[in-house]
């Protein structure tokens, strides 16, 4: 049975070209901000050495060497385990094989190095991102349709143990959020993000529970317990097409798991959804005879607005 109103066949769920443009621009647009300080610490290194008159002469200038044992190459992680020496050592490595060869531009080419490595930290910094960004939608859709309601709400904040009044119509609250608690119809209710469910044994993104008015949700005690689970779920905000397939098959492998474990603990009726940003034909498919077969239980387009805004009002009536 399909539940999503707005899921009327397999290409209902594929993303449009333009979702995937629309995508890719917002990637970049969050790698140049996290890019920004990289920037910025390069332009105040040129300005702080300008004054000098050789490659030799920066490292008389304390306050840059970090700067240039980053130019060398060296990761912060590599620096712990090395001493004051070490790092000297290789900014004069840095010194001798390139930035003397550069002639006259020797601080532009120690501006680049640093650049070059820090461009790495900046790829590593958006894997981590694209998953981020994705549930950051995924939070807001939620609080729009509470908003819209007038749902009122409490957060479990990252960096905090405490709920607090969920102020859901505040800018960028969404990126702080490990948990939000609320009451429907049926009774309290919250849901956990990235939680590591023992019946399963794996990490789930997207947790629905069950709990008592007076329950004091200690998140690490609510996801031990089986008999309140509601809704499991698996989010891929990724929007290469390239990664969608292997990305759908190791949501598609997880959802199976959870169905499996749960019916081996007697509880058969566990519902699961997927929400995805990238999503092809040949997956849409599968999807699709999956929630026409009641398999698996809601799923949406995280790009398209009104499939994602369904599947959030049905979230928060669960």
């Known amino acids: 049975m399909l539940i999503n109103k707005y899921i009327t066949s ?11 443009r629309s995508g890719f621009l917002s990637i970049a647009l969050e790698k ?7 920037i910025k610490n390069a332009l105040t290194f040129k300005a702080m050495v300008s004054g000098t008159r050789n490659a030799e002469e920066l490292l008389e200038i304390k306050e840059v060497r970090p700067f240039l044992v980053t130019a060398s190459g060296l990761s912060e992680k590599a620096t712990t385990h090395l001493s004051e020496d ?35 930290a900046v790829g590593g910094t958006m ?18 349709s509470m908003s819209v309601q007038n749902i009122s709400c409490d957060i479990l904040h990252t960096s905090s143990e405490d709920w607090r009044p969920g102020k859901i119509d505040e800018a960028d609250i969404e990126k702080e959020v490990k948990a939000i608690k609320w009451k429907n119809k049926n009774g309290n209710r919250v849901v956990i993000f990235n939680a590591t469910v023992p019946t399963v044994k794996k990490n789930i993104d997207i947790c629905l529970y069950s709990c008592s008015a007076n329950d004091t ?24 097409p390239a990664g969608a397939d292997e990305h759908w098959k190791t949501a598609n492998s997880s959802l199976n798991r959870i169905r499996d474990s749960y019916k081996k603990a007697g509880y ?26 009641d398999i698996m239980t809601n799923a949406t387009n995280l790009t398209n607005t009104n499939q994602l805004t369904d599947f959030c009002n049905w979230l928060i009536s669960l």
Do not use: W
Not at 32 to 38: A, E, I, K
Not at 92 to 114: C, H, Q, S, V, W
């Open 268 to 293: 058969a009726n566990i519902k699961t959804a997927f929400v995805g940003a990238a999503i092809e034909k040949a997956m849409a498919k599968e999807i699709y005879s999956q929630l026409s077969d």
């Open 217 to 240: 949700l200690q998140v690490t005690e609510k996801i031990k317990d089986d008999k309140s689970a509601i809704m499991y779920g698996e989010l891929k905000g990724g929007i290469d």
């Open 127 to 144: 894997r981590n991102r694209i998953g981020a960004m994705g549930q950051e939608k995924l939070v807001r859709a939620i609080f729009s």
């Open 32 to 38: 140049n901000r996290v890019g920004d300080p990289y």
């Open 86 to 120: 070490d790092c000297i050592l290789a900014i004069k490595e840095l010194i001798d094989k390139f930035l003397k060869p550069a002639g006259n531009n020797y601080i532009d080419e120690a501006t680049f190095r640093y650049l070059l490595i820090k461009g790495d």
């Open 10 to 20: 397999s290409d209902s769920l594929v993303t449009s070209h333009d979702e995937i």
